[in-house]
């Protein structure tokens, strides 16, 4: 049975969170002296001398709006790296607790979970589908083990999770099962937002970085019960999402429909980039991807890496993470980004 009560650290069931001046005033007054402000404002920007929002609920409601999940079940961070160390800092006791992962996945769950000084448990996805290996999971599975973190779409393999395999681990696992939908917007699948009403145990983390194309804002967001979400709040930094991000984020939300199509062309250039990647010859495979990344196998990866980076050409060199042998990691870019790249790897080839 899933007990939030008892899943919480002790230290921070006891924790008297910090309480800051705007969270302590909320109505409407002409006069702010109570923050140690500057008063005067800044000479470039005036309206940037008062703190944010520290819960963000303007922005939350619009979010709400989109995503018909109540602001209540939502925090907000700075990035969802942050939603990722906040959960670890909440619910493992460091030495002595333990998250469970499946790589070849997202790097930042085992990096927060170092930092924390909580051990990581990994269960390899199946080699042949990069699909969860339920009963790989359920024997590495410990008392302690507090998070399972899957992500899916998956990153850097780009496929997405078996719902069926996500549902087995969720009806049978007690403590919280992280779903990382950053890149959702890119897939065919549902989203698991639909299920927060049936899962207590579930959290479903996704981002602004990806499909809204605002990386450099640091916007993710943790979806949980409320309850789960008060203990998050409880431990954040108060003003974790500053003001200029609340403020683009909430004018963002009003272009769906841009957001919307832009996710469209970026699936067709997918496509395109697949096939002209799979016509080259010393490319050996494609991975099946519902994200807006390709997983491909070359003959030689690291030569294919360098090759491209003298000329310029960044990509993600995967050949040393498991089960990526002679991989890249190839972000969609622009038709024109694209180009670039299919013409230099084919001077690749006549070279
Ligand atoms: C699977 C996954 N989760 C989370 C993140 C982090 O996103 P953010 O920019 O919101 O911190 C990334 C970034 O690449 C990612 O690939």
Redesign the pocket.
Known sequence: MFDLDKLVRPNIKALKPYSSARSEFSGSASVFLDANENSFGSPLTKWYNRYPDPLQWELKRKIQAIKNVPAESMLL????????DLLIRAFCEPGIDRILVCPP??G?YEVYAQVNNVPVDFVPLRAEDFQLDLEGIEGALTASTKLIFL?S????TGNSLYREDIEMILNNFDNLVVV????INYSRNRSFLSELKDYPNLVV??????AWGL?AL???VTYASPALIDVLNKIKPPYNINAATQEIALKALEGLEEVNSMIRETVQERSALSDALAALPFVQKIFPTD?NFLLARMTDATAVYEYLRDRGIIVRNRSNVLLCDDCLRITVGTPGQDEKLINALKEYTNA
């Open positions: 961070g700075n990035g969802s790296d942050e939603c990722i996945t997202y930042m992500c779409p998956n990153n850097p990382d939908e950053a890149y983390l996704q981002t602004f970085s990806k990386a640091r916007l993710g994200a």
